[in-house]
């Protein structure tokens, strides 16, 4: 498995449709034996156009018995299993294979998804360049390729038609928008075509690297009246030697100063951030480092994530892994910050008049957030779903804001 995550193949579910199959044979048993050939029976069911590969032990001890399986494409001793992927590529039909990191061109199909009646997410580019140390992703989903602008446009009209009110804009890194055309087009332009579009009222922005964030990025997102005032930023962390070995493209700094800049630009901004703690390596004094750096920066919310090994990533075999129960500690101090921050945040609130967009009921509580991503609960029995609505805020509950509907 990890050669061909190596080479950048995608690995799915046995009982999804694949392009290659590998059944690993084992021979302990004659019952083994029985359970390989079902399960080679099985694969050309699922997809007769596969390219089906068996290896292991059973292959070992009766070739032949399997040379006659006529479903067999390839048959693969366990000495042989180094060259898997070598093997797979050099058979004759091996342009049935969908080799994601020779894929040039952005794939339509399946970008957008609907949340709910009022908010639907449209993915405008795929695949990543960066390679951070601890991610598959580079590997997994190829390079940089980004959606076509007259087919997004295209589909937010779409999803305008159908009278969903808000967008979000996505990618696997949406900042690398743009790169596969030479730059030629960049995000800021795609959302410039979006804000044009009527009917959509919010444009909200999948998650942003800092280094996308600079004047010249800001003056032009400034001027369009649909962008919300939220920015999800992904962080990972706040400590400069961790990013070093992360490779991440910037250093804390660089991220404060990004910060400062949304916070010029926009009154009221609200930003949340991703951050992973227990990264191979990290010293107390390390996790501090994080730790202080987000007590000054106070974001609304942060997703913490505790590191976890991926094969076939450099991370992964990096030496001085973290304990588990190291990470859970470290994670449990960053989220008791977070939720002190955000409550802070939410008492900043009360007594505000916010808009609210509604977007489900429940209980007979209605539920949206504000331009700036605050969940809003408001006990009414009204059916405001998919308005947007002058709302006062009243108290907290479950750190999310109680309102009521302003006269
Ligand atoms: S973490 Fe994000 S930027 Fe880094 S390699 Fe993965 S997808 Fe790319």
Redesign the pocket.
């Given at each position: 498995m990890q050669k061909f995550i190596e080479k950048g193949y995608e690995i799915i579910d046995f009982e999804e449709k694949a392009d290659i199959y590998v059944v690993n044979t084992c021979t302990v048993t004659n019952m083994s034996d029985r359970k390989s050939r079902q399960m080679l029976r099985r694969v050309k069911k699922n997809n007769p156009n596969s390219i089906l590969v068996v290896v292991g032990c059973y292959v070992n001890v009766a070739k032949e018995e399997l040379e006659k399986i006529k479903d067999i494409d390839i048959i693969l001793g366990n000495n042989e299993k180094n060259n898997i992927v070598e093997c797979v590529e050099n058979f004759e039909n091996k342009e049935k294979i969908t080799d994601v990191m020779q894929q040039k061109e952005f794939i339509d199909f399946g970008s957008v998804t609907y949340t709910n009646k009022t908010r639907a997410t449209i993915k405008i580019q795929d695949g990543?360049d960066?390679?951070?140390t601890y991610?598959i992703?580079?590997y997994a989903r190829g390079r940089v390729r980004s959606r076509q602008i007259s087919s997004i446009i295209e589909e937010v009209e779409k999803i305008a038609k159908r009278g969903i009110k808000e967008v979000i804009v996505t990618g696997?890194?949406v900042a690398s928008y743009g790169k596969d055309f030479g730059y030629k087009i960049k995000l800021i332009d795609v959302l410039e075509k979006i804000n044009n579009i009527e009917g959509i009222e919010r444009i909200r922005l999948g998650s942003l690297?800092p280094t996308l964030i600079n004047k010249e990025f800001l003056d032009r997102l400034s001027k369009l009246d649909k962008i919300c005032n939220h920015f999800h930023l992904?962080l990972q962390s706040g400590c400069d030697t961790v990013l070093e070995r992360m490779n991440r493209k910037y250093t804390s700094n660089d991220f404060r100063n990004s910060v400062k800049l949304l916070r010029e630009y926009y009154k009221n901004v609200l930003l949340t951030a991703d951050v992973i703690v227990g990264f191979p390596g990290e010293t107390d004094e390390e996790f501090m480092n994080t730790y202080k750096f987000l007590e000054e920066i106070k974001f609304y919310r942060m997703h913490i994530f505790k590191y976890s090994q991926r094969n076939g990533t450099k991370a992964a075999i990096m030496p001085n892994q973290i304990d588990g129960n190291i990470k859970e500690e470290r994670s449990n101090k960053l989220i008791e910050l977070s939720n002190k921050i955000q409550n802070e945040y939410n008492l900043s609130y009360i007594g505000k008049k916010q808009k609210v967009l509604f977007e489900e009921k429940e209980n007979n509580f209605l539920k949206g957030h504000t331009n700036n991503f605050l969940m809003v609960n408001v006990n009414d029995s009204e059916d405001f779903i998919n308005q947007i609505k002058d709302v006062e805020i009243v108290g907290i509950e479950n750190n999310e804001l109680i309102g009521k509907i302003a006269m």
């Open positions: 990543c960066r390679f951070c991610c992703v580079p696997i890194h690297e992904s």
